[in-house]
């Protein structure tokens, strides 16, 4: 079966410093792996999506790489700004399509 | 504007009072499916569906109805609420089962079985 598991479950930095969220998985049998910010109360926003075969993917100040060998993933924030205020889930597809979802990371960032 | 919608967004309900929540998306994608959120549990599927009128159990299904007669829709029933069904609820829908495909989330429903 299988879990993913994000640490540490909450971050406090202050503003302007790099952010790095440690994603990792128990089964490499995956599709993709996905990155989604969740804001109190709301939705889930697909910020990066890996697939199995890549091994890091870009989007503005997000980075994320992906080790499937050795079930881990990381997602790099640059120059973190407070509105970067979330919690940040990470998830894996694998066979039967359902998304396994880490219990995530919790980040603030300080003024 | 591509998109997921639920609705409601915030029920309020007691125990054994039947209730739907509906799902839809204007995206015409394939599979859709439901999660469940709590606290210190994490996301967790419910039903998905792969296509019209082809739908499968997840890891919490007890409870729960779906129905997928629409490929557009895909309602969650609970037929008999019970308090421990008190959660935030998403519908998330995908071009196509299986593959590399990104999953698309609603905004969610917040239930609450008084």
């Known amino acids: 079966k299988q879990e993913v598991t994000q640490i540490p479950a909450a971050l406090s930095v202050p503003e302007g410093e790099n952010l790095v969220l440690n994603c990792s998985f128990t089964d490499s049998a995956i599709y993709n792996l996905q990155w989604f910010r969740q804001d109190p109360g709301k939705g889930l926003t697909s910020l990066l999506l890996i697939q199995s075969s890549q091994r890091e993917q870009t989007s503005g100040r997000l980075n994320a790489s992906l080790d499937k060998s050795s079930g881990r993933s990381t997602l790099y924030i640059a120059a973190s700004q407070p509105g970067d205020s979330a919690t940040y889930l990470c998830a894996v597809k694998a066979a039967g399509n359902k998304l396994t979802f880490g219990g995530g990371t919790r980040v603030l960032v300080k003024p | 504007e591509a998109q997921v919608t639920q609705n409601p967004r915030y029920l309020i309900t007691v125990t054994g009072k039947k209730l739907t929540v509906t799902c839809s998306q204007n995206?015409?994608?394939?599979?859709m499916s439901w999660y469940r959120q709590d606290p210190g549990l994490g996301l967790r599927q419910i039903y998905y569906s792969m296509n019209v009128e082809v739908t499968d159990k997840g890891d919490v299904p007890e409870g729960y109805k779906v129905s997928r007669k629409e490929k557009r829709n895909f309602p969650l029933i609970l037929e008999s609420p019970s308090p421990n069904q008190t959660s935030l609820y998403f519908c998330?829908?995908?071009?196509?089962?299986?593959?590399?495909?990104?999953?698309?989330f609603g905004p969610g429903t917040r239930l609450t079985v008084t």
């Open positions: 998330a829908s995908s071009p196509k089962p299986g593959g590399a495909y990104e999953q698309y």
């Open positions: 995206m015409n994608h394939e599979y």
